[in-house]
């Protein structure tokens, strides 16, 4: 079983910097990681998946890099909307094994 | 747009039963892979099933094997949840996901419903 972990567990950020997020896993998963942005009240939604494509409508501002069992999210220049928890997941297709890390927390 | 909506969540007994339902609107149901995803604040976000376009195929995270089904009517274009047996760390809120697709390749879930919410206590 894969383990996801991510740190920090909380970032307090300021509008405008620039924020790097981590995720750890247990064992390599390759590129096969997504990452997702969850405010409150809202489910997720998916930012970055294969570890560095951004999906469909997100900012450029958000940028993710990594293989392996390292990752990290960017976010270049943080605006208001943005502060929210942020999640990585482990994908395996077939059969399939999604695994969520426990999320990072960006407040002000 | 994409639309899914969840419904039949409630407060059931330990042992008891309940089913969820996912209407899909927005795209083409049957041409997708479809799967549940609940969340409790302290486990966090954790996958529950996911399963193949027909519905023939599905597989489960082991917690919930041989207590939840997950079945689908493409005709209906509508997903659901059996959850039998029910026990307390059931508790969550479920949604319905949807991939993201990209020449057939799972890229993610690109889609998620608002979430019901499941409560198990006596």
């Known amino acids: 079983e894969i383990v996801m972990t991510q740190s920090p567990a909380t970032l307090s950020v300021s509008p405008g910097e620039r924020v790097t997020l981590s995720c750890r896993a247990s064992?390599?998963?390759?590129?096969?990681l997504a990452w997702y942005q969850q405010k409150p009240g809202q489910p997720p939604r998916l930012l970055i998946y294969?570890?560095?494509s951004r999906a469909p409508g997100v900012p450029a501002r958000f940028s993710g890099s990594g293989s392996g069992t390292e990752f990290t999210l960017t976010i270049s220049s943080l605006q208001s909307e943005d502060y929210a928890v942020y999640y990585c997941q482990n994908y395996y297709i077939w059969p399939p094994e999604f695994t969520f890390g426990p999320g990072s927390k960006v407040d002000i | 747009q994409v639309q899914l909506v969840e419904s039949g969540g409630g407060l059931v007994r330990p042992g008891g039963s309940l089913r969820l339902s996912c209407a899909a609107s927005g795209f083409i149901f049957s041409d997708f892979y479809m799967g549940w995803v609940r969340q409790t604040p302290d486990k966090g976000l954790e996958w529950i099933s996911y399963?193949?376009?027909?519905?023939?195929?599905?597989y489960y995270t082991e917690s919930v094997k041989g207590r939840f089904a997950m079945s689908r009517d493409n005709a209906g274009n509508s997903l659901y949840l059996q959850m039998n047996n029910l026990r307390p760390d059931d508790t969550a809120v479920y949604y319905c996901v949807r991939p993201l697709t990209i020449t057939n390749l799972y890229c993610g879930f690109d889609s998620w419903g608002q979430g019901t919410r499941v409560i198990v206590s006596s």
């Open positions: 294969a570890a560095s």
């Open positions: 399963g193949n376009k027909g519905g023939d195929v599905v």
């Open positions: 064992q390599s998963v390759t590129r096969s």
